[in-house]
């Protein structure tokens, strides 16, 4: 049976869910943990990161997640209580550049993310999120575009009832076809903006994508 350490257990035993006691004894205890054997260090530093992330301290988290990669992939690290330790670290760092409000950040981490899991749903899904985003100028004037379309559309059919029909019936035609072209576009611009998005996606999943190997 293979012998652990003071800290490690004290900092185990507390509770998974109990980010912010898990970050206060690390803190507390850095001597202790520096020197710990390093498959402990490893492990302990690792839930204390993602504890960092859990409490919202994104830029804290930052600071050590860059360390953190860099020491599974040199060490060969893949899994760290269960967990796949480098898609998990990636993903974070991924969604604090998100709630930092720095897309691109986000959006470069998400696509090489995809490269190496290109099944990764929620990796998927904040790339869509990050690039909404990143372009939300054009994507609110579209929708708000949209918006004002579909209200002149209502006005249009309002006017159609309550005056083109029972006064001018000549040209209840012209009118009938303005709403039609009006109700379109709205429509239109809502689709191009959620359409693109996805698109954008998933022509980075598929080209990512296993290629089926051609008997």
């Known amino acids: 049976m293979s012998f652990r350490s003071s800290a490690y257990y004290q900092y185990s035993a507390i509770e998974k869910t ?4 898990r970050v206060r004894y690390y803190e507390s205890h850095l001597d202790e943990i520096n020197g710990l054997p390093f498959d402990e260090h490893v492990e302990v530093k690792s ?5 960092l ?4 301290k994104y830029h804290k988290f930052l600071l050590y997640v860059d360390g953190m990669i860099e020491t599974v992939i040199m060490e060969n690290i893949f899994t760290i209580d269960g967990r796949n330790v480098y898609e998990d670290l990636l993903f974070n760092k991924a969604a604090c550049h998100y709630n930092l409000k720095q897309y ?3 959006i ?5 993310l995809i490269k190496i899991n290109p099944s990764h749903k929620l990796a998927q899904k904040l790339y869509r999120k990050s690039l909404k985003e990143k372009g939300i100028n054009w994507y609110e004037i579209n ?4 918006v004002v379309f579909l209200l002149s559309a209502i006005s249009v059919v309002m006017v159609e009832l309550l005056v083109v029909d029972p006064f001018y019936e000549m040209y209840s035609h012209h009118v009938k076809f303005f709403r039609k ?3 379109t576009a709205s429509v239109g611009l809502l689709l191009f903006n959620e359409l693109w998005v996805r ?8 080209m990512h994508s296993p290629r089926e190997k051609k008997n």
């Open 53 to 56: 992330f859990e409490l919202g």
């Open 143 to 146: 929708k708000a575009i949209a």
């Open 181 to 183: 072209l009006l109700l």
């Open 18 to 21: 109990s980010f912010r006691e």
């Open 199 to 206: 698109y954008q996606c998933y022509r980075h999943v598929r």
């Open 47 to 51: 839930d204390y990161v993602f504890a």
């Open 104 to 106: 691109d950040g986000a």
């Open 108 to 112: 470069y981490i998400c696509k090489e």
